[in-house]
């Protein structure tokens, strides 16, 4: 594919749809070509787009000290991601030109699952932005219902046991990234976020009108996704490459923005739970060898090396990397 298929998907909600086969068929085409697809039909509104665009604007325009004082640390991964913080994890290239604020999966400071896995816990919601909490929540579930219509899709298309992937994303370390991209100047190098392959198990994002997201087609050329208003991208993450042995492909992408206006996005990102053990389901095609994945580990060690001083070991998951 040298383009991005757009797909209603809401002859999923009913599996005796005269197409829901037809829809599984599509899916499964996107994913396993260019690893993209925009999606319509989902049943979220347009309404909690909007509002969870709103209170992104309103999170970057806290004062840069309050801001601050709401960082990530090494300890907990929750919270403001300053302007600059990350470069590509190789080492290579200039810092990212964005800042972030970090939301993971939801639990209470006494939730059981935290006793068997530290990464769990509260987020920190900026209290300068008033129902943050609430908005972004309910975005949230619409994309876990949306992200169990897709799974039960690629469950059928790839002819796996009903539920198999479903049930991974029980207690799941899904979490959320709200970006603000500053303009880049028309000559000005780098990149607002560099070339790079999700490491979870599926995307999901609501497109900015100002634009600036590039994926790599399979000739090395880059396109822009063609997403009506209203509509979603999905990629396949790294996660569903190694289930599916793989069959589905985890494409590069990255964002550059030289609109000369100020883009903000919030990306939705599907982890399983953090004892799952992610690995082929299916025999793997000539040329896949991947390890296999415990997801706890794994955002762990994610968590860990995207610190500037922190480097990968023996023991951190290949996951995210681009081909050579």
Same mark, same amino acid.
């Given at each position: 594919?040298?383009?991005?298929?757009?797909?209603?998907?809401?002859?999923?909600?009913?599996?005796?749809?005269?197409?829901?086969?037809?829809?599984?068929?599509?899916?499964?085409?996107?994913?396993?070509?260019?690893?993209?697809?925009?999606?319509?039909?989902?049943?979220?509104?347009?309404?909690?787009?909007?509002?969870?665009?709103?209170?992104?604007?309103?999170?970057?325009?806290?004062?840069?000290?309050?801001?601050?004082?709401?960082?990530?640390?090494?300890?907990?991964?929750?919270?403001?991601?300053?302007?600059?913080?990350?470069?590509?994890?190789?080492?290579?290239?200039?810092?990212?030109?964005?800042?972030?604020?970090?939301?993971?999966?939801?639990?209470?400071?006494?939730?059981?699952?935290?006793?068997?896995?530290?990464?769990?816990? /509260?987020?920190?919601? &900026?209290?300068?932005?008033?129902?943050?909490?609430?908005?972004? !929540? %309910?975005? +949230? =579930?619409?994309?876990?219902?949306?992200?169990?219509?897709?799974?039960?899709?690629?469950?059928?298309?790839?002819?796996?046991?009903?539920?198999?992937?479903?049930?991974?994303?029980?207690?799941?370390?899904?979490?959320?990234?709200?970006?603000?991209?500053?303009?880049?100047?028309?000559?000005?190098?780098?990149?607002?976020?560099?070339?790079?392959?999700?490491?979870?198990?599926?995307?999901?994002?609501?497109?900015?009108?100002?634009?600036?997201?590039?994926?790599?087609?399979?000739?090395?050329?880059?396109?822009? /996704?063609?997403?009506? &208003?209203?509509?979603?991208?999905?990629?396949?993450?790294?996660? !569903? %490459?190694? +289930? =599916?042995?793989?069959?589905?492909?985890?494409?590069?992408?990255?964002?550059?923005?030289?609109?000369?206006?100020?883009?903000?996005?919030?990306?939705?990102?599907?982890?399983?739970?953090?004892?799952?053990?992610?690995?082929?389901?299916?025999?793997?095609?000539?040329?896949?060898?991947?390890?296999?994945?415990?997801?706890?580990?794994?955002?762990?060690?994610?968590?860990?090396?995207?610190?500037?001083?922190?480097?990968?070991?023996?023991?951190?998951?290949?996951?995210?990397?681009?081909?050579?």
């Amino acid at each position: 594919m040298q383009s991005i298929p757009t797909i209603d998907i809401s002859p999923l909600q009913d599996t005796a749809h005269p197409d829901h086969d037809a829809t599984v068929r599509r899916i499964l085409d996107a994913c396993t070509d260019i690893g993209f697809l925009s999606i319509t039909g989902t049943g979220v509104s347009s309404n909690s787009v909007d509002n969870v665009r709103a209170k992104a604007r309103e999170i970057f325009a806290i004062d840069e000290q309050t801001k601050w004082d709401q960082a990530i640390t090494r300890n907990n991964y929750r919270g403001y991601i300053p302007l600059g913080f990350f470069t590509p994890n190789d080492g290579s290239g200039q810092a990212d030109k964005y800042e972030g604020y970090k939301l993971h999966f939801e639990v209470s400071g006494d939730d059981p699952v935290r006793e068997d896995c530290a990464l769990y816990g /509260p987020n920190l919601w &900026p209290a300068e932005v008033q129902g943050a909490r609430e908005v972004i !929540l %309910e975005y +949230w =579930s619409q994309l876990d219902h949306v992200t169990n219509l897709l799974l039960g899709a690629l469950e059928l298309g790839l002819g796996l046991k009903p539920n198999i992937l479903k049930s991974a994303f029980e207690t799941p370390m899904t979490n959320m990234t709200v970006l603000h991209y500053p303009p880049q100047a028309p000559d000005e190098e780098g990149f607002g976020i560099h070339p790079h392959k999700d490491t979870d198990a599926l995307t999901i994002i609501a497109p900015d009108p100002v634009g600036g997201l590039e994926v790599q087609t399979r000739d090395g050329g880059w396109i822009t /996704p063609d997403c009506p &208003p209203g509509g979603f991208i999905v990629n396949i993450g790294d996660m !569903l %490459e190694l +289930w =599916s042995g793989g069959r589905l492909k985890s494409t590069p992408h990255r964002v550059v923005n030289r609109s000369g206006k100020e883009r903000y996005s919030f990306p939705y990102f599907a982890v399983p739970r953090h004892d799952v053990i992610v690995e082929p389901l299916l025999p793997p095609l000539p040329g896949f060898d991947r390890p296999s994945v415990h997801c706890g580990h794994w955002s762990a060690e994610i968590w860990r090396t995207n610190w500037p001083d922190e480097t990968a070991t023996d023991d951190t998951p290949e996951l995210g990397t681009l081909d050579s």
